[in-house]
C-alpha cells in the first residue's frame, strides 16, 4: 500500500481514506489484513461513503467476505442512495423542465449534480435535499414551480418565509411525507458573515449545459469550487484553526466530512487542465474566502493527493485564530473525536452542538459575531471601497442593527411558529429539526 500521511491512524481509519484515494482504481491490495469490518462500516456510513465502499469491495472481489454484520448496513446504504438518487431526479427533472420554461436560470449545488457530473454515478452521494440556486430575483417564481410540484411548506417546524428571506441564505419545501426536499438558494451563506460572494456574477458566468436531461446553468469551475468549499466550511468551521494539527485526518472522519472533501478534490482532478487558478485565488480574495479555500485546499493537497499548484496554496494565507476562537475550535473537535474513538464526551459541548441543528445562527458561530462587528481594513474595503475608521463606525452601526433585528424577528417568529405548532398539536421544541443534512 502507498505510503500516506495516514501512518498515526487506526487501520480502519487509515483505510477509508486509501479507498477515497482509490476509489476508481481499486486493487485487491488495498486490503488489509484484519480490518475490523463493523468499525469500517460504521465509519463509512457516518461519512456517507456506502456506495463508494460497495463498489471499491466489489471491484477486488472483497464485499461478499464481509460479516453480515458490516455488509447487511453497507449494502442498505448504498440500496437507500440508490432510491434517494433515482426519486430525486425524477423530480430534479421536472423542476428543470418547469423552470426553463419560465425562463429561470438554475444551477444545481452538490449532492446529486456532483453525483453525476463528478463521480458519474448519481448514488454515489445523491444528499439529503436538491440544493438550486437562482437570480434573487427568481426564488419566488421557483417557489411557485415547487407548489405546482406539490412540494411545499409542509414541514411545519419552519418559521415563516420571511424570517428566512430576511437572515438566511435559501426557502425551504418539502413532499407531504416529509422524504424530498428542496432548498432555492440565492446566497451560500448567512448575510451576518465576512463573505462578499458575487452571485449574480456567479450565475452570469455560468455556461448552458443539461442534467439528468433537462436544461440547467453550469457554474464555472472556479465557481463551483468556492460553492462547495463554502458549504464545506460553513459546517466544518473549526477547520482553518486545526488545519496545523497532525490528527486532522481523523479529525475529519469523526465529523463526517471526507466526502465532503473528496467532491473539491474529484472536481479539480476532473478538471485538471483547465481549472483556471488566477481566476479562482481572484475570486476568493474579492469574495472573502481566501482562508476557506486555502484550508480545504490544502487538506485536498496533502490527503487526497490533489493537484494544487503550490503557489495557489501559498496565495491563499490562512491567519492565526485569535486565542479564544482556537480554545474554541480545539474543544469542538476534541468532542467529536471523543465521540468517534467511543470516549465519553463533554456533556457542556454535547449540548451546544445539539444545539447547532436548532437554530438559524448556531452557536458555535456565535464567534462571528465580534469579526463581523470589528472585521477589518479587508473586509470593510471588499464590502463599502474603503477602509477607514470612518466606515469600519457606519459598519458597526449597521451590524448593530443588523444583529438587533434578527433578534426582534427571532423572537417574533418563534412565537408565531409555537402557536401554530400547539393549534396542529405538534412538539413545541426549539430543538426540533429545522434543516436536512445536505
Given at each position: 500500500m502507498k505510503t500516506t500521511p495516514f501512518h498515526d491512524l487506526t487501520a480502519e481509519e487509515a483505510f477509508l481514506w486509501h479507498c477515497a484515494l482509490a476509489w476508481r482504481t481499486p486493487t485487491p491490495e488495498l486490503i488489509p489484513v484484519g480490518l475490523n469490518w463493523q468499525r469500517v462500516a460504521a465509519m463509512g456510513q457516518f461519512n456517507r461513503m456506502e456506495t463508494l465502499l460497495c463498489r471499491v469491495l466489489t471491484a477486488v472481489h472483497h464485499l461478499d467476505t464481509l460479516p453480515a454484520a458490516a455488509l447487511a448496513p453497507l449494502q442498505?446504504?448504498?440500496?437507500?442512495?440508490?432510491?434517494?438518487?433515482?426519486?430525486?431526479?425524477?423530480?430534479?427533472?421536472?423542476?428543470?423542465?418547469?423552470?426553463?420554461?419560465?425562463?429561470?436560470?438554475?444551477?444545481?449545488l452538490k449532492g446529486l449534480s456532483v453525483?453525476?457530473?463528478?463521480?458519474?454515478?448519481?448514488?454515489?452521494?445523491?444528499?439529503?435535499?436538491?440544493?438550486?440556486?437562482?437570480?434573487?430575483?427568481?426564488?419566488v417564481a421557483s417557489l411557485e414551480i415547487l407548489d405546482v410540484m406539490e412540494i411545499g411548506q409542509n414541514w411545519p417546524n419552519l418559521m415563516d418565509d420571511r424570517y428566512y428571506e430576511r437572515h438566511h441564505l435559501h426557502q425551504q419545501r418539502c413532499t407531504p411525507d416529509l422524504k424530498l426536499w428542496y432548498e432555492i438558494h440565492w446566497a451560500l451563506d448567512h448575510p451576518l458573515t465576512r463573505l462578499t460572494i458575487d452571485y449574480e456574477g456567479m450565475m452570469d458566468r455560468a455556461t448552458a449545459g443539461t442534467l439528468l436531461g433537462a436544461p440547467?446553468?453550469?457554474?464555472?469551475?472556479?465557481?463551483?469550487?468556492?460553492?462547495?468549499t463554502v458549504h464545506l466550511v460553513k459546517h466544518a468551521?473549526?477547520?482553518?484553526?486545526?488545519?496545523?494539527?497532525?490528527?486532522?485526518?481523523?479529525?475529519?472522519?469523526?465529523?463526517?466530512?471526507?466526502?465532503?472533501?473528496?467532491?473539491?478534490?474529484e472536481l479539480i482532478k476532473q478538471h485538471e487542465k483547465d481549472v483556471d487558478w488566477q481566476q479562482l485565488v481572484t475570486l476568493c480574495r474579492a469574495y472573502g474566502t481566501v482562508e476557506m479555500m486555502g484550508a480545504v485546499l490544502t487538506v485536498c493537497r496533502q490527503l487526497l493527493e490533489t493537484p494544487v499548484p503550490e503557489w495557489v496554496i501559498a496565495a491563499l494565507p490562512i491567519l492565526p485564530a485569535n486565542r479564544i476562537k482556537q480554545v474554541v475550535m480545539d474543544k469542538?473537535?476534541?468532542?467529536?473525536?471523543?465521540?468517534?474513538?467511543?470516549?465519553?464526551?463533554?456533556?457542556?459541548?454535547?449540548?451546544?452542538?445539539?444545539?447547532?441543528?436548532?437554530?438559524?445562527l448556531r452557536p458555535i458561530r456565535?464567534?462571528?459575531?465580534?469579526?463581523?462587528?470589528?472585521?477589518?481594513?479587508?473586509?470593510l474595503q471588499r464590502r463599502y471601497g474603503a477602509g477607514g475608521a470612518a466606515t469600519a463606525v457606519r459598519h458597526f452601526l449597521r451590524a448593530l442593527w443588523q444583529y438587533g433585528r434578527v433578534g426582534i424577528d427571532t423572537v417574533y417568529f418563534t412565537w408565531e411558529r409555537y402557536w401554530r405548532l400547539r393549534r396542529l398539536n405538534y412538539s413545541t421544541s426549539l430543538f426540533n429539526r429545522l434543516e436536512v443534512e445536505a
Amino acid at each position: 500500500m502507498k505510503t500516506t500521511p495516514f501512518h498515526d491512524l487506526t487501520a480502519e481509519e487509515a483505510f477509508l481514506w486509501h479507498c477515497a484515494l482509490a476509489w476508481r482504481t481499486p486493487t485487491p491490495e488495498l486490503i488489509p489484513v484484519g480490518l475490523n469490518w463493523q468499525r469500517v462500516a460504521a465509519m463509512g456510513q457516518f461519512n456517507r461513503m456506502e456506495t463508494l465502499l460497495c463498489r471499491v469491495l466489489t471491484a477486488v472481489h472483497h464485499l461478499d467476505t464481509l460479516p453480515a454484520a458490516a455488509l447487511a448496513p453497507l449494502q442498505t446504504g448504498a440500496a437507500k442512495f440508490a432510491q434517494n438518487a433515482a426519486i430525486m431526479g425524477d423530480s430534479l427533472h421536472d423542476y428543470l423542465r418547469h423552470a426553463a420554461e419560465r425562463g429561470i436560470e438554475t444551477a444545481v449545488l452538490k449532492g446529486l449534480s456532483v453525483s453525476i457530473n463528478t463521480y458519474g454515478d448519481p448514488a454515489m452521494r445523491p444528499g439529503g435535499d436538491i440544493d438550486i440556486l437562482v437570480r434573487q430575483k427568481d426564488v419566488v417564481a421557483s417557489l411557485e414551480i415547487l407548489d405546482v410540484m406539490e412540494i411545499g411548506q409542509n414541514w411545519p417546524n419552519l418559521m415563516d418565509d420571511r424570517y428566512y428571506e430576511r437572515h438566511h441564505l435559501h426557502q425551504q419545501r418539502c413532499t407531504p411525507d416529509l422524504k424530498l426536499w428542496y432548498e432555492i438558494h440565492w446566497a451560500l451563506d448567512h448575510p451576518l458573515t465576512r463573505l462578499t460572494i458575487d452571485y449574480e456574477g456567479m450565475m452570469d458566468r455560468a455556461t448552458a449545459g443539461t442534467l439528468l436531461g433537462a436544461p440547467v446553468h453550469d457554474l464555472s469551475v472556479a465557481d463551483n469550487l468556492i460553492a462547495l468549499t463554502v458549504h464545506l466550511v460553513k459546517h466544518a468551521v473549526y477547520l482553518p484553526a486545526v488545519l496545523h494539527r497532525p490528527d486532522l485526518a481523523r479529525i475529519i472522519l469523526a465529523d463526517g466530512m471526507l466526502m465532503y472533501f473528496l467532491d473539491v478534490a474529484e472536481l479539480i482532478k476532473q478538471h485538471e487542465k483547465d481549472v483556471d487558478w488566477q481566476q479562482l485565488v481572484t475570486l476568493c480574495r474579492a469574495y472573502g474566502t481566501v482562508e476557506m479555500m486555502g484550508a480545504v485546499l490544502t487538506v485536498c493537497r496533502q490527503l487526497l493527493e490533489t493537484p494544487v499548484p503550490e503557489w495557489v496554496i501559498a496565495a491563499l494565507p490562512i491567519l492565526p485564530a485569535n486565542r479564544i476562537k482556537q480554545v474554541v475550535m480545539d474543544k469542538l473537535v476534541a468532542h467529536e473525536t471523543a465521540v468517534h474513538l467511543g470516549q465519553q464526551p463533554s456533556r457542556l459541548w454535547n449540548f451546544l452542538l445539539i444545539t447547532n441543528g436548532a437554530f438559524i445562527l448556531r452557536p458555535i458561530r456565535l464567534l462571528d459575531l465580534s469579526e463581523y462587528l470589528f472585521p477589518g481594513r479587508d473586509y470593510l474595503q471588499r464590502r463599502y471601497g474603503a477602509g477607514g475608521a470612518a466606515t469600519a463606525v457606519r459598519h458597526f452601526l449597521r451590524a448593530l442593527w443588523q444583529y438587533g433585528r434578527v433578534g426582534i424577528d427571532t423572537v417574533y417568529f418563534t412565537w408565531e411558529r409555537y402557536w401554530r405548532l400547539r393549534r396542529l398539536n405538534y412538539s413545541t421544541s426549539l430543538f426540533n429539526r429545522l434543516e436536512v443534512e445536505a
